[in-house]
């Protein structure tokens, strides 16, 4: 039977169930997970990685991160828009496919013209805030969309950003702090100082 509440460890942290017994999650979830983020070039990095785990465990994207920010020069967004992707699908250590490599050069140049409006990618997102976060105590409560997602996935996608569906950027909102998914009871909820 699989948990859906969180689980202490031998550490003595609660964590979710996702989180409490890889490494490699554990860590990504005790260091990272829900913190904001706030500055373009952090933001255009989770955006892209988001972009990569569509289909594919999020396990897969850390393990290929590093690889990743190697091919992608950083995520620097002005230097990914223009980049061509022909190359990256012979290099095994990243994700090799065509629509999502594609897609981190089309993501990289709507975020330049981003600029144009006056705001910047992270505080374009940002703005989506919700007035409440949720508080889930169990894995089903932790919803996957939102009103806000929502929103964001469609404003986005009329800019030019492709790989941005609402599922997909509530799993941003996630992960870059914007609500606080964190169960109730697990040791980092409420540690982002966002939701306090």
Do not use: C
Not at 60 to 66: A, D, G, P, Q, W
Not at 164 to 175: D, K, W
């Amino acid at each position: 039977m699989e948990h859906t509440y969180p689980i202490t460890g031998p550490d003595g942290l609660t964590r979710p169930p996702w989180a409490a017994t890889d490494p490699l999650l554990r860590d990504y979830y005790d260091t990272e997970w829900g913190m904001p983020i706030r500055d373009e070039a952090g933001m255009f990095e989770r955006l892209a990685l988001e972009g990569f785990q569509v289909g594919l465990s999020w396990r897969l994207i850390l393990t290929k991160r590093e690889a990743l920010r190697r091919a992608f020069h950083g995520f620097d967004p002005d230097t990914v828009a223009g980049m061509e992707v022909e190359h990256l699908l012979d290099d095994a250590s990243v994700i090799r496919n065509r629509r999502k490599l594609a897609a981190a050069v089309t993501n990289a140049q709507a975020t330049v013209a981003l600029r144009e409006e006056g705001t910047d990618l992270a505080e374009f997102i940002w703005s989506y805030q919700p007035a409440e976060t949720p508080a889930p105590r169990t894995v089903e409560e932790v919803p996957t969309r939102s009103p806000e997602s929502e929103q964001l996935a469609k404003d986005l996608k009329s800019r030019g950003f492709t790989f941005v569906g609402p599922v997909t950027m509530y799993a941003l909102m996630e992960s870059v702090g914007i609500v606080d998914t964190n169960l109730v009871g697990t040791w980092r909820r409420g540690a982002s100082g966002v939701w306090v």
